[in-house]
């Protein structure tokens, strides 16, 4: 059976269409518009609390697992919201596992990887939540779904607690229309398979975005369509620094011909250039020591600064999800079973320069997001990802084997008088490396 993999889509829902729900009967329980506002209004409120919660929480942990505490002030210091929400005056008006699951994420930054590399390398900062009404509203496995109406999809939650809902009346569980585009047909299949159980759905999160909409974030588990590969096509993959990706084929231990660029180098290089120089001349105005915003004017300015960050991860990430599925479908159409990547050192590559002297990580568009996206592909693609050795596979003749000369995007050997793509050339050694190397453990 192949390996389930897990998923995040994110969607826009429908604030105006928030109802109750009943799910023994499957059915939608009317509110009056003062009733929705009163509790948008609450789960405003309770999105802040939680950021509050998750603030004390990283902190009482910091103290219990960083500093040298006695014991029994340690075990004073334990993570629960009860005492939490006691201390800061606040009552529990949301179901007690969204609390609970705030916290169980909030204990994450202190296990495993993440409190390694926070403790032993200082490779991590502590993490700090929001307390504007845009921290995230946490459902664990079982506390949401997804159902399907006449009308469209819902979204249904158990977000109120037992207490508040049988004071005003209410179930506990609410429900919002997911707004789809109507001409976006992959959003509908997508939901239609969380409804009929093809996705497993696990948890979801409700939030609240700065500029007021509202969004769910639904994670869920599935199972990749098997996949007839061809074990004897290896695809090379070369990340360039003056082109996003290079493609190249090796079948039977024969190299193909062809090869193709992917990405546009200079779209994605305008685009982060653009975000980088308004965020630089944001942080120079809101930063310099003779500035003129103050107040509220300077508290606008943090918070655009903070959203074109936020669109600049966007955008690479955007761009690197392209650039992968793009890969995923040459692969897709010669039933590549292994692809090859180069072992980069991503740290090294920080002081590297392309053909016009600019620095890597000055210019570049995030290779390591790229490397994630290409991995992730792979996995729901079925195929194995190889890594090789990257020396002078940009250098080497991929007719000849002999070292050539690369100038900028050109290659050119002198022994066999071959002439190339620097990157198509380079990801025509990878590919036969690729193939190498497997050959080489087999035997």
């Known amino acids: ?51 509050a919660i998750k603030n004390i929480a990283v902190a009482q942990m910091y103290l219990s697992n960083v500093l040298d505490v006695p014991k029994e002030i340690a075990d004073t210091l334990k993570p629960n919201y009860k005492p939490i929400m006691a201390r800061i005056e606040k009552p529990m008006l949301l179901s007690s596992s969204i609390y609970d699951t705030s ?24 993490a700090s939540f929001r307390m504007d009404g845009t921290c995230p509203l946490p459902l664990r496995d079982g506390a949401s779904n997804v159902v399907e109406r006449e009308d469209g999809f819902w979204y249904v939650a158990a977000l109120l607690s037992r207490e508040y809902a049988k004071a005003h009346d209410l179930p506990t569980q609410l429900a919002f229309k997911i707004y789809i585009k109507p001409k976006d047909q992959s959003s509908g299949e997508e939901l239609r398979r969380m409804v009929d159980g093809t996705y497993d759905l696990r948890s979801s999160k409700l939030l609240r975005t700065s500029r007021g909409d509202w969004q769910i974030r639904l994670t869920f588990k599935f199972t990749p369509t098997p996949r007839v590969l061809d074990e004897s096509v290896f695809m090379g993959i070369d990340l360039g620094l003056n082109n996003p990706a290079a493609v190249a084929i090796c079948k039977d231990g024969k ?20 975000f980088s120089g308004a965020i630089k001349r944001h942080r120079i105005e809101l930063y310099r020591k003779d500035g003129c915003l103050g107040g509220e004017a300077r508290s606008d300015a943090y918070k655009h600064l903070q959203r074109l960050r936020k669109q600049e991860r966007n955008f690479v990430r955007t761009k690197s ?29 920080k002081s590297k320069e392309d053909n016009q002297g600019r620095k890597w990580f000055a210019r570049n568009w995030a290779v390591g997001v790229v490397i994630q996206c290409i991995e992730w592909q792979a996995k729901k693609f079925g195929a194995e990802i190889i890594r090789v050795n990257p020396a002078y596979t940009s250098q080497t003749c991929s007719v000849c084997g002999q070292r050539g000369k690369r100038e900028g995007d050109s290659f050119d050997c002198g022994f066999c008088g071959h002439h190339d793509h620097a990157d198509k050339n380079a990801a025509r050694n990878i590919a036969a490396l690729g193939h190498q190397s497997t050959c080489s453990m087999t035997n």
């Open 1 to 51: 059976m192949s390996e389930q993999l897990v998923k995040t889509l994110s969607f826009g829902i429908q604030a105006k269409t928030l109802s109750g729900y009943r799910s023994r009967v499957n059915e939608l329980v009317p509110l009056t518009e003062d009733k929705r506002k009163e509790l948008l209004t609450l789960l405003r409120q309770e999105s802040s609390n939680i950021g």
């Open 103 to 126: 916290l169980q994420e909030t204990r994450a930054q202190f296990s495993g990887q993440h409190k390694k590399d926070l403790l032993g390398r200082g490779s991590k900062q502590l």
């Open 255 to 274: 190299v193909a011909k062809w090869a193709q660029l992917v990405g546009n180098a200079e779209t994605l290089q305008k685009g982060r250039e653009q």
């Open 321 to 349: 999800y392209e650039i992968a599925a793009k890969i995923c479908d040459i692969a897709r159409r010669n039933k590549a079973k292994y692809w090859v990547l180069e072992d980069l050192d991503l740290l090294n590559m």
